[in-house]
């Protein structure tokens, strides 16, 4: 295999990541992990196929696709490449996330254009050659010595089958030797026949067969490790080599699966597949595993939201504590609480805060729960609980900040209440034309500028830094300075001052948010330094020390 430097379009290796039985296995933290086994040697490029109609999941409720996840370009695109950028420490980018809504239009609108014409398009041979085409395309650009591509879904859905089809033909196109299958499968432990039962892993397999491909490396995700029968089973039945049985248990984190994997001999397939010579280097990786697995500290921290039913709506801010917490040996037990229940008053805010060494309130959208919010980071000011808050969570704070320390108690967004008499946090001007939902928010990393002496700029050890955003409404240039005059410091603007994406309140223990999110950019290697202040003052609140 060739190094990137020397690329060309025969030289890149494919390999194709499919899944089945049922969704949520985990296709995009194993192909994640394989990606970081190879990433030391070779540059990896992910993709991901979605069968969903829409372009992006950008208009999607948490509760229907989980977290959006927002790319450095803007991107709005699936979770699973929050996993590829942590495990791969790289920055995606959206054209790397391919919907069947994507792809739709894209033929659209070449049979729009006449370039199909005298021509039935259907969709073989011109809808997978249009998947395969932009495959091929990101590959060239990126010169990559191995593009992962995740198929969404599971084998057999109809929404994914053209995905499917188009990495089978690209066996024909590119040659055996320049493409590689991995199955994820599912293989029960049923307590009380106390054995695994592979039946539903064989019957995947035999599906996926039927569609022209056979797996060169089946994973079998199991809640326990993989029996020596179970394996044997698999290989039979699925006619897979037995040392091409990959077991995939749960883990204590998912930073765990690059090492299960390198143990369980993944690499070593790849590698004779591929021909080249294994390499890892996975020394830091597994020193800062020790550190969560054999922590010395736990902190408990409060994440006070609306989409609390589902924990995949907050799965990078859920990461960037536990990155934090490795580099402080501390577990972090997160408790995700419902505002709206404390807006009700169907639990005392007391019983559900006061135990706690931290307070998060995190991203969302419109006015349920928003009051008990407001509640919440009141308790978390007045009774000194290290608090974050994170795009909307800095708009919350803001109001809650000039309803009880300003005295504006009418003071809110004109997003929960259009009729406020002090807006404190409105609509962004270039906003209010939009009719068009998809794409149109202030979106991607954006420069700010932070102010000396504060703690925000001491916690990035710079005074100018990028951070990615997803958002419609800001905080009112109006209220700015009577906001400093009580008391809060504004320690982040945008390059030309009008924008607040930092704040702090410099007397407490912790109080900071921002506008942005940069759950997005934390890393195992690298945490993002709010996290890692905010997780650091927690653990001081509870040990008096970090």
Known sequence: MHTSKSNTENSTKWIIVTG???????KGISAAA??????????????????????????????????????????EVDMDFGHYERFLNINCKSGWNLTTGKIFDSIIKQERKGEFLGKTVQVIPHLTNEIKRQWMKIAKEEKADVMTIEIGGTVGDIENSWFVEAARQLKKDIGSDNVLYVHLSYVPFVKTAGQQK???AQRDVQLLRETGIVPDIMIGRSEVPLTKESKSKLALYCDVLEEAVISAPDVKTIYELPITFEEEGILRIISKKFNFTPKTNLEEWKKLIGNIKNHTKTINIALCGKYTGL???YASLIESLNHAGAHLSTKVNVELIETTDIEEGKVPIDQLLADKDAIIVPIGFGSRGAEGKISTVRYAREHNIPFLGLCFGLQIAVIEFARNVCGFKDANSTEIDPKTKDPVVMILPEQMKIIEKGGTMRLGAEKSILKRGTKTTQLYGNTTVYERHRHRYEVNPKYHKILEKHGMVISGSSRNGKLVEFIELPNLKFFAATQAHPEYKSRLETPSPLYYGLVKAAVEKKYGRA
């Open 34 to 75: 394989i990606g970081k086994l190879l990433s030391g040697n070779f540059k990896v490029v992910p993709i991901k196929c979605d069968g969903y109609l829409n372009i992006d999941p950008g208009t999607m409720n948490p509760f229907e696709h989980g977290e959006v996840f927002v790319l450095e370009d803007g991107g």
């Open 311 to 313: 924990t995949d709506a």
């Open 198 to 200: 592979t039946k539903p």
């Open 20 to 26: 089945g039985v049922i969704s949520g296995l985990g």
